[in-house]
């Protein structure tokens, strides 16, 4: 009897197991991103962004841009926990086309 075998058709590694190979991440520093909101770390990570231009974020008009950056985590994240494009698209309420025209447009690697 021969077994078939689901081939993957994207990357898909987990963003945290990338983060944990690079030594960006280990288990302390995610038992505490865990406890907070997304709001919560979102916020952190601006503070912590901005501690380095004392507090300045000239010239990046960051409240449009927001929408473009959640997007692009969103497409990143559905790429690396599925099995499949198609399947990513679907993940995110996306026609195939729409998904490939979005990937292209924020850069985002398949």
Not at 23 to 43: F, H, K, R
Not at 49 to 76: H, M, P, Q
Not at 85 to 90: F, I, P, T, V
Request: aromatic share 10%; hydrophobic share 40%.
């Amino acid at each position: 009897m021969v077994m078939k075998v689901n081939k993957s058709t994207t990357i898909n590694t987990s963003i945290i197991t990338n983060l944990k190979d690079q030594g960006v991440l280990n288990d302390s520093v995610l038992a505490c991103v865990s406890s907070l909101t997304l709001e919560q770390l979102i916020a952190v990570k601006l503070e912590l962004s901005c501690n380095y231009i004392n507090n300045r974020l000239y010239g990046f008009d960051i409240w449009r841009s927001t929408n473009s950056i959640v997007k692009e985590a969103l497409l990143t994240f559905a790429i690396s926990t599925t099995k499949s494009k198609k399947d990513a698209a679907r993940f995110l309420g996306l026609t195939y086309l729409d998904f490939k025209k979005y990937c292209k447009k924020y850069e985002v690697n398949l």
